[in-house]
């Protein structure tokens, strides 16, 4: 069962010729028919069992009866509706029935055998996986949001159309989020979308399903930015109408002139890709030069590349802009040819280029594979280009077996969900898949888990390189290894894929249990002293009930391993001295004087003091380093410190250091931003009603350099980590009145 909710308040579709607009719809539709919905069904499947589809319809509507949802629709309205966005992915029969039925064995008399009974043992199975999953949601606390991943992924590894069914029920549901009154209720629906269903979308290729529900928690989670970035897109919409109808005829007419048949058309950039580049970058909305962009959809693969010479020959290509997926496709399928111009009136213009296979496989991902082949409908798995729609699921049911606690099989999996890739080779000349930003270990892991857990060294293109050097396409990766098996637990910070990750851990548990107790202690024995309370005149039997463990080295062996935090324990301990932050959850400031808390390093030394530096303000989430200093302990730089210029010819003094999952979980830290802004009325309130929806708490405001028309204002704000910060800043920068936020260091 999704939340209850009601119609859509947004058409996310961007695949309009220019210039129509996003239209919304009314908020109490009409409900689609059964004859409609059959002939949805037989437009792709003519031999579709229109007795089965009508009899479902029948049983879904008599069933829920006078159920009603927050909007004060119908409720079976809702399986309707889900059952009508399956057809648009050209799904079976069993598919569409199960979206029909889904919330009937919850929500109604109905049960799994009378449903087998009546629909058969596929449509059953496929609504009993549905409904497991359904009543995992009921309560999506962080904890048990990574439980039901987990369950999601065996589930899904058994039958894809699980997936298919629910992304479906999500996205009606996140249409209609607006008639759910409670904002936390909305809000915790919305980043649980955000973090899981919008991810998996993606992951398996399905762009319409995860470009929506990004946008569509984009606006529940930060209204204030989206309505911005929305407003200032429809003013620019009108503004450029002709440029990109001028735009889309030159390149038609050019193509044409070649004998080319092609489809053109203008995508508008959506504003959660927007918001995401202003976080990622640091820019205002005013330097994002993609805003639009055009697709060349043709009949063959040929034509592609012949088109892809017909534009490079009459414009100029864009430097670093030309990716060709069709030769080495995305691991979930996607193919297409991307490249960028300087188009017309020197503007720069991103295209793409596929074919009309490409397009379908590009929008629908896995559920593509639902087609005519050889006169019957049908699943059929592999494409000509032999690539493996499921490949992407089963890197998560990989990670899944390494075992680990369900909050930590959340976080690798979100890893390997969320990023870009590069292509690296085997000396072979094997092509390796890796996310942006990768490492020679992980592209050991990738390979095969034992290479990854001997892995010692690495060379890059026959160069001895360090095992934290970032691959870049083309790069060819020569694994050295050890005969035995080396759990490092500081690899985890150079690591950076999930399944890399996941192993890495799995080691570290196997291998260092008695070394976690040790540290799980020593983390105890910090955190009851902060409180001022001596660990050994301490009763801890009070703390184990309340938490829920079995015995002292079972809690302590969960704060070595960063599943349970010291301030969690010293509540437990001492109940009522945790003060709430703004962020809502219990945190402590990172300073230098439990700095051994929040940083670990394999070369640290005990007793050694720690001082995180103000020339960079480290935060949780930036790469750190640390550099011996005589007579003074270890400073704690960012990574890219102007600083450590001092130090070149000093290297054997760094230290590599990573945060613990203490400063990752409980830290609170204090960002510095400066921002320049229109010197105009209401400034400062608009800023700062910002910064606290996005959970920041400002500690301290100054104006500096005020102008007629400018000021300068320099805010510091506490935060969880640089993620946190970055948020607020790319947040702030979709206001009008703000012209430019960086962070300020020192």
């Known amino acids: 069962m999704g939340d209850d909710t009601s119609t859509p308040t947004i058409d996310q579709s961007r695949e309009l010729p220019f210039p129509e607009h996003i239209v919304r719809p009314p908020s109490r539709g009409r409900i689609l028919r059964q004859y409609e919905l059959v002939d949805r069904i037989r437009a792709y499947d003519p031999d579709v069992d229109e007795d089965a589809i009508n009899r479902a319809y029948v049983f879904a509507m008599q069933r829920h009866g006078s159920q009603l949802r927050a909007s004060g629709d119908p409720y079976?309205?809702?399986?309707?509706?889900?059952?009508?966005?399956?057809?648009?992915?050209?799904?079976?029969?069993?598919?569409?029935?199960?979206?029909?039925?889904?919330?009937?064995?919850?929500?109604?008399?109905?049960?799994?055998?009378?449903?087998?009974?009546?629909?058969?043992?596929?449509?059953?199975?496929?609504?009993?996986?549905?409904?497991?999953?359904?009543?995992?949601?009921?309560?999506?606390?962080?904890?048990?949001?990574?439980?039901?991943?987990?369950?999601?992924?065996?589930?899904?590894?058994?039958?894809?159309?699980?997936?298919?069914?629910?992304?479906?029920?999500?996205?009606?549901?996140?249409?209609?989020?607006?008639?759910?009154?409670?904002?936390?209720?909305?809000?915790?629906?919305?980043?649980?979308t955000a973090d899981i269903y919008a991810p998996l979308a993606r992951r398996m290729g399905i762009q319409r399903f995860s470009g929506e529900l990004e946008e569509l928690a984009f606006e529940h989670l930060h209204p204030q930015a989206a309505k911005?970035?929305?407003?200032?897109?429809?003013?620019?919409?009108?503004?450029?109408?002709?440029?990109?109808?001028?735009?889309?005829?030159?390149?038609?007419?050019?193509?044409?002139?070649?004998?080319?048949?092609?489809?053109?058309?203008?995508?508008?950039?959506?504003?959660?890709?927007?918001?995401?580049?202003?976080?990622?970058?640091?820019?205002?909305?005013?330097?994002?030069?993609?805003?639009?962009?055009?697709?060349?959809?043709?009949?063959?693969?040929?034509?592609?590349?012949?088109?892809?010479?017909?534009?490079?020959?009459?414009?100029?290509?864009?430097?670093?802009?030309?990716?060709?997926?069709?030769?080495?496709?995305?691991?979930?399928?996607?193919?297409s040819i991307h490249t960028g111009i300087v188009g017309p009136n020197a503007t720069s213009v991103d295209i793409q280029i596929r074919t009309h296979d490409m397009n379908r496989i590009a929008e629908d991902g896995v559920a593509a594979h639902w087609r005519y082949k050889n006169s019957s409908y049908g699943y059929h798995p592999l494409e000509e280009n032999g690539s493996d729609p499921l490949a992407p699921l089963r890197s998560l049911v990989e990670i899944l077996e390494h075992?680990?606690?369900?909050?930590?099989?959340?976080?690798?999996?979100?890893?390997?969900?969320?990023?870009?890739?590069?292509?690296?080779?085997?000396?072979?000349?094997?092509?390796?898949?890796?996310?942006?930003?990768?490492?020679?270990?992980?592209?050991?892991?990738?390979?095969?888990?034992?290479?990854?857990?001997?892995?010692?060294?690495?060379?890059?293109?026959?160069?001895?390189?360090?095992?934290?050097?970032?691959?870049?396409?083309?790069?060819?990766?020569?694994?050295?290894?050890?005969?035995?098996?080396?759990?490092v637990a500081d690899w985890e910070s150079v690591a950076v894929t999930g399944k890399a990750r996941s192993a890495i851990r799995r080691l570290v548990r196997e291998s260092e249990r008695e070394e976690f107790t040790t540290l799980g202690k020593r983390l105890a024995g910090h955190a009851l002293r902060r409180v001022g309370v001596n660990p050994d005149e301490v009763n801890l039997e009070d703390a184990l009930q309340r938490l829920k463990y079995e015995s002292l080295d079972e809690l302590y062996a969960a704060i070595g391993r960063g599943r349970l935090t010291g301030a969690v324990l010293a509540e437990a301990a001492v109940p009522g001295f945790v003060h709430k932050s703004v962020l809502g959850e219990p945190r402590l400031m990172i300073d230098d004087d439990h700095a051994g808390d929040f940083v670990r390093g394999s070369d640290l030394r005990p007793g050694v003091g720690l001082h995180f530096m103000a020339c960079c303000s480290p935060l949780p989430g930036d790469r750190i380093v640390g550099v011996h200093m005589p007579d003074r302990g270890v400073e704690v730089h960012t990574i890219d410190c102007e600083h450590l210029a001092e130090h070149e010819t000093n290297e054997d003094q760094w230290i590599d250091l990573a945060w613990s999952d203490e400063a990752k979980r409980n830290g609170l830290a204090l960002g510095r931003l400066i921002l320049s802004c229109e010197n105009s009325k209401g400034v400062f309130a608009q800023v700062g009603k910002i910064i606290s929806e996005c959970d920041g708490n400002i500690t301290n405001v100054r104006a500096q350099n005020r102008r007629e028309d400018f000021i300068d204002l320099l805010v510091d704000v506490e935060v969880a980590d640089s993620k946190h910060l970055n948020i607020i800043a790319a947040s702030l920068r979709a206001l009008p009145v703000v012209i430019d936020v960086k962070r300020l260091r020192g």
């Open 76 to 192: 079976f309205a809702h399986p309707i509706e889900v059952a009508g966005i399956l057809t648009e992915l050209r799904l079976d029969s069993a598919s569409i029935i199960t979206g029909l039925l889904h919330d009937t064995i919850e929500d109604t008399t109905a049960t799994s055998s009378e449903i087998e009974h009546l629909f058969g043992h596929e449509v059953a199975q496929l609504v009993d996986g549905v409904t497991k999953l359904s009543q995992l949601e009921l309560n999506s606390n962080r904890t048990k949001q990574a439980e039901n991943l987990q369950k999601f992924i065996l589930a899904l590894s058994k039958d894809v159309r699980v997936l298919l069914v629910k992304l479906a029920d999500r996205l009606h549901n996140m249409r209609t989020l607006n008639y759910i009154k409670k904002r936390e209720k909305r809000e915790r629906i919305a980043r649980e």
């Open 228 to 335: 911005t970035i929305h407003e200032q897109l429809t003013n620019l919409r009108v503004q450029r109408a002709d440029a990109v109808a001028t735009v889309t005829q030159k390149i038609s007419a050019a193509l044409e002139a070649s004998g080319i048949e092609a489809m053109v058309v203008g995508r508008e950039k959506r504003a959660y890709s927007i918001w995401k580049k202003l976080e990622r970058k640091s820019i205002s909305f005013s330097e994002v030069t993609d805003l639009y962009g055009f697709r060349v959809v043709v009949d063959r693969v040929s034509d592609c590349y012949a088109a892809l010479g017909v534009i490079h020959e009459a414009w100029s290509c864009v430097p670093n802009r030309f990716k060709d997926f069709i030769s080495v496709p995305k691991p979930n399928g996607y193919r």
């Open 403 to 487: 075992g680990g606690d369900p909050e930590e099989f959340l976080e690798n999996a979100k890893l390997e969900m969320f990023q870009d890739q590069v292509f690296a080779f085997t000396p072979k000349g094997d092509l390796i898949v890796l996310p942006y930003g990768a490492t020679p270990l992980d592209f050991a892991y990738a390979v095969h888990t034992r290479i990854g857990d001997t892995t010692v060294g690495a060379r890059i293109n026959g160069e001895e390189r360090p095992l934290r050097t970032a691959l870049t396409n083309g790069d060819v990766v020569e694994i050295l290894r050890s005969d035995r098996r080396r759990p």
